[in-house]
């Protein structure tokens, strides 16, 4: 697989403004393990390898054990995620495929249930922009970078 483009050369001010959006959504009161998993379930949805070796890497650094990075394809069938967690990841499957889900009630009465507003408007704006950027990175093919087994 070959790389298209280099969408930060081509469009440096387009980055940008995704970065600042980015910016502002890490920095709300989210926490910042639970935003990581959002955008990681997110990148596996989408299908984003760039994404999901750069979101599992941060994760590992972040302290995140090997079985809950494991389990995060099939989080429903797993004890290992709380409640809350449980929550956002449905709201992030949902939301992500919205053309699909619509978004059912359910799944924003238990989100809902576990979130202010605030973080909720918060949460939705981070799925938003994690599937920017796989949207940006399976289009233009970027290239995860090859580490060296260990």
């Known amino acids: 697989m070959q790389p298209r483009i280099d969408y930060f050369k081509a469009d440096p001010a387009s980055v940008q403004a995704m970065l600042q959006i980015e910016k502002h959504v890490t920095s709300t009161a989210i926490e910042p393990r639970l935003r990581e998993l959002i955008k990681l379930r997110a990148s596996q949805i989408n299908g984003c390898a760039y994404c999901v070796d750069m979101h ?17 394809c099939v989080w429903k069938e797993s004890p290992l995620f ?30 809902s249930r576990h979130f202010t507003e605030a973080e909720q408007v918060q949460i939705t704006l981070l799925i938003g922009v994690i599937n920017s950027w796989n949207r940006l990175a399976i289009s233009f093919r970027a290239i995860h970078p090859v580490v060296a087994a260990t």
């Open 82 to 111: 709380t409640d809350k967690e449980r929550a956002a990841l449905a709201w992030t499957e949902a939301v992500t495929l919205v053309s699909q889900t619509g978004v059912p009630d359910a799944v924003y009465e238990e989100f």
């Open 56 to 72: 599992s890497r941060d994760l590992r650094k972040g302290g995140e054990t090997e079985q809950r990075l494991n389990l995060l």
